[in-house]
């Protein structure tokens, strides 16, 4: 069993993920073995939100040049958490 703090990586803080999160809806950087149920009930946990949805993607790696070589940045997995009309999450607020 995954442990709660284990499947939420990180906040994704970005232009677009504010823009969602106007909308209600805030995005994370999961583990990638995590399903869209334990992704709801992690945020549910630990943020004492009630998720209405969950979406996950994984987002693939991009082609990097450092110096002569050629590789990758790493693949990894995102969840966008959609949250009930006037819920919000205090950390992403900077309360």
């Known amino acids: 069993m995954i442990q709660y703090e284990d499947i939420l990586l990180e906040p994704v803080l970005s232009e677009k993920a504010n823009q969602l999160r106007e909308e ?12 869209k149920p334990q992704i709801k009930e992690a945020v549910k946990k630990l943020f004492n939100v009630n998720p209405v949805s969950c979406t996950t993607m994984v987002v693939g790696g991009k082609p990097k040049r450092q110096r002569y070589r050629k590789g990758y940045t790493a693949t990894w997995k995102k969840a966008i958490v ?3 009309k006037d819920e919000k999450i205090p950390l992403f607020e900077g309360v």
């Not at 209600?24 to 399903?35: E, I, L, N, S, W």
């Open 82 to 84: 959609r949250l009930s």
């Open 24 to 35: 209600g809806k805030y995005v994370f950087k999961v583990d990638p073995r995590a399903t």
